[in-house]
């Protein structure tokens, strides 16, 4: 059954075909997505990556080719031959773009045979992911998928195209390298000509783009593989690719605006989404105080707020200990939600912030006749009532509570605001925002490794003004860095690096290298 392409030659691409082509002859060349046999006519829409096309097989005009039509089933590997005609008003499809013609075949070729697919090459499947990974070959054939590669080949090419206009050089570096100190450990590849010896995956070109800028190169732009040894997660592979780049002589507003007008360009170009720039900024200390995390979603309010001296005298033991004890006790009033969440949603909630490390979650429904919760009573009038002042609480609003350490209690109300928010509702589709995070701390203490490492990774800049309680205060230095974050993801960060060796030796030296 298979067949040669002697003689005949693909002029079009399936999905490119439109009502101008009508009057035309063309060979098309891709997999039968699906075959239909009305008892005379048989349609056979056809597949490439540029999409779908229905072809016409008419035991009136071409006997023989019709007939051979029967032999193709899904996913056969076909050359047709044909001409293009409009379709009957009444047979028109909007939904795809060739869906004003179709093409009449008087000629048929099946390049290769097919057998029952383990799943229909469509979107919507109902298969599990190890199926479709074990069948890659056929998942890929899904529009979907090839939507994303597309989009990603897109991406790649509007920001050569941006970093080239913009003075960047493009230049590609070392895979096979020695560690540097980062964030995370290394994946290593035995070297056969150095027994004993090994090179390291770089987790970032840090070094490479470094030695550059020494060198004078002053702008460098690479969309390059990165390799880190981490836990997975959802947005963490063990390796991925990123749009690095580096600058001399700059300032954190300069690459902040650079990266604003690249954003304009990158959605408006590759998805004709317009975006309106500056983005706005926050603090690492604003974002963590008020959004629980330092990459915030905020397409939806539901901001936490500090209750700790509202409620540090109240009767509520719990609130009690852990304000005298020096912890927070911080608050989310999730608006007009008191009858839209059961007490079984609650129940949830509570063993939902579980997870995250808290002892539970305190909640209050305000009701026309005052409080609804198994707190209320440990909280008198004038409590209750600067609470709700503080919280904009108001009738059937529902309000929730959590204290224990500050670390925790951002955790967790980070936690439980994203859930709310996609629970009730909170998000509207399509939205995109974009935010600048700044201030970052300088140092974290790593329970693992038991010293301060860097936030960001070792060669950032700690502000000017800090440089002072690098050896005295460390904890309380910020950092020249800043991160890009778009709807609740991190998608970009980066800092102004040391370039002075006796800075970078004292940075070196509170991390214990």
């Known amino acids: 059954m298979i067949e040669s392409l002697a003689g005949l030659k693909r002029t079009d691409a399936c999905g490119q075909l439109t009502a101008a082509d009508v009057g035309r002859d063309v060979v098309l060349m891709g997999w039968v997505q699906r075959r239909r046999d009305h008892g005379g006519l048989v349609f056979i829409d056809l597949r490439d990556r540029t999409g779908l096309v229905q072809v016409v097989f008419?035991?009136?005009?071409?006997?023989?080719?019709?007939?051979?039509?029967?032999q193709v089933r899904s996913e056969y590997v076909v050359a047709v031959k044909g001409r293009v005609r409009p379709r009957?008003?009444?047979?028109?499809?909007?939904?795809i773009g060739t869906g004003a013609i179709e093409v009449f075949i008087n000629h048929l070729r099946v390049l290769n045979a097919s057998k029952t697919p383990p799943f229909q090459i469509e979107d919507q499947l109902d298969?599990?992911?190890a199926v479709r990974l074990k069948y890659r070959y056929l998942d890929l054939r899904r529009p979907s998928i090839q939507k994303n590669l597309l989009l990603r080949h897109q991406v790649a090419q509007v920001t050569r195209d941006f970093m080239?206009?913009?003075g960047f050089i493009e230049v590609e570096t070392p895979v096979l390298t020695k560690s540097t100190p980062e964030g995370a450990r290394d994946y290593l590849v035995p070297s056969r000509v150095n027994q004993g010896q090994f090179f390291a995956l770089p987790q970032s070109p840090q070094l490479f783009k470094q030695i550059l800028m020494v060198a004078g190169f002053d702008r460098y732009c690479q969309i390059?593989?990165?390799?880190r040894d981490e836990d997975l997660r959802a947005d963490r592979q063990p390796e991925f690719t990123q749009i690095d780049l580096e600058m001399s002589f700059i300032s954190e507003e300069d690459i902040q605006d650079l990266m604003e007008t690249f954003m304009v360009e990158l959605f408006q170009k590759v998805m004709d989404i317009p975006l309106a720039i500056p983005f706005p900024r926050l603090t690492y200390q604003e974002a963590v105080d008020r959004y629980g995390v330092d990459r915030p979603d905020t397409r939806f309010g539901l901001e936490i707020t500090e209750v700790t001296d509202l409620?540090?005298?109240?009767?509520?033991k719990l609130f009690r200990q852990?304000?005298?004890g020096g912890g927070t006790i911080r608050a989310i009033n999730a608006g007009a939600a008191a009858d839209k969440l059961s007490r079984k949603n609650l129940d949830d909630l509570v063993e939902f912030a579980k997870g995250y490390g808290g002892k539970g979650l305190a909640w209050v429904r305000i009701q026309p006749d005052g409080w609804q919760s198994p707190i209320a009573k440990f909280f008198n009038d004038q409590e209750k009532k600067a609470l709700e002042e503080r919280l904009n609480g108001r009738v059937g609003d529902i309000l929730f509570f959590s204290a224990d350490q500050p670390s925790v209690v951002r955790a967790v109300l980070g936690a439980v605001r994203l859930k709310l928010g996609a629970d009730l509702g909170l998000i509207e589709p399509g939205r995109l925002n974009f935010v600048w995070v700044t201030g970052f701390p300088m140092f974290e203490y790593s329970a693992e490794e038991k010293r301060l490492t860097a936030m960001h990774h070792p060669f950032t800049s700690p502000r000017d003004e800090d440089?002072?309680?690098l050896e005295t205060q460390p904890e309380k230095v910020l950092a020249r860095a800043y991160d890009l974050v778009l709807n609740g993801n991190e998608i970009g960060g980066g800092s102004i690096r040391i370039h002075r060796p006796d800075v970078q030796e004292r940075v070196f030296g509170v991390m214990g290298i």
Do not use: G, W, Y
Request: glycine share 0%; hydrophobic share 35%.
């Open 58 to 70: 008419n035991p009136q005009e071409d006997p023989e080719t019709h007939e051979k039509s029967h």
């Open 88 to 95: 009957p008003e009444d047979m028109i499809n909007p939904k």
């Open 127 to 129: 298969v599990t992911e």
């Open 164 to 166: 080239n206009q913009n």
């Open 224 to 227: 390059v593989r990165c390799f």
């Open 311 to 316: 409620v540090a005298q109240a009767e509520f």
């Open 322 to 324: 852990v304000a005298a």
């Open 467 to 469: 440089l002072d309680l």
